[in-house]
């Protein structure tokens, strides 16, 4: 799983870098589709991480006061 995560890490960068600039490299297509694939990426290691997610966040709201978490 960690080398799925580390290639998904290399590719989504690489895909980053590209889409600076939708007219610079490969065009407005390109810039689109990429996007499209960018948000299939998060939400695929979103799924994979979700466990790291709810404990974090869990964990969060726990240690902070309660009249914080309300403001």
Avoid: C
Avoid at 18 to 41: K, T
Wanted: no cysteine; net charge positive; glycine share 8%.
């Amino acid at each position: 799983m960690n080398r799925f995560k580390f290639i998904q890490n290399i590719l989504l960068t690489i895909v980053m870098l590209l889409l600076m600039d939708p007219r610079s490299f490969y065009g407005l297509v390109f810039h689109e589709w990429a996007g499209l694939i960018i948000g299939i990426f998060f939400l695929i290691r979103t799924f994979l991480n979700w466990i790291w997610i709810k404990k974090v966040t869990v964990g969060f709201i726990r240690q902070s006061l309660g009249r914080a978490r309300l403001n």
